[in-house]
């Protein structure tokens, strides 16, 4: 049975930081491209950040030069390090298996003064 669970998330002020954790089981992780998405309340769902199986990044115009997404093929785990964080970036994130569009449960980050 696939399994993803993210980690990781909570209240922050501006300005901090946060690192999200997702933990793949019951697959082969290395081959999947992964990546993070986040839903803020009334807005689509929107992607943050991926990375490929080979290790090739792309992020929004948005988090570029804050957020940084990784992955250890030997954890089975894809991260997202968020600095400088806005209360803009206050969403649900949800880190899914993009060649399988198989979801987490999501983890709320809220940045908050």
């Known amino acids: 049975q696939v399994q993803l669970v993210e980690s990781g998330g909570g209240l922050v002020q501006p300005g901090e930081s946060l690192r999200l954790s997702c933990a793949l089981s019951?697959?082969?992780?290395?081959?999947?491209?992964m990546g993070w998405y986040r839903q803020a309340p009334g807005k689509q769902r929107e992607l943050v950040a991926s990375v490929t199986s080979g290790g090739s990044t792309n992020y929004a115009d948005s988090v570029k030069g804050r957020f940084t997404i990784s992955r250890d093929n030997a954890k089975n785990t894809v991260y997202l390090q968020m600095n400088s964080l806005k209360p803009a970036d206050t969403a649900v994130y949800y880190c899914a298996i993009m060649d399988i569009n198989y979801w987490g449960q999501g983890t709320q980050v809220t940045v908050s003064s």
């Open positions: 019951g697959s082969i992780f290395s081959i999947y491209a």
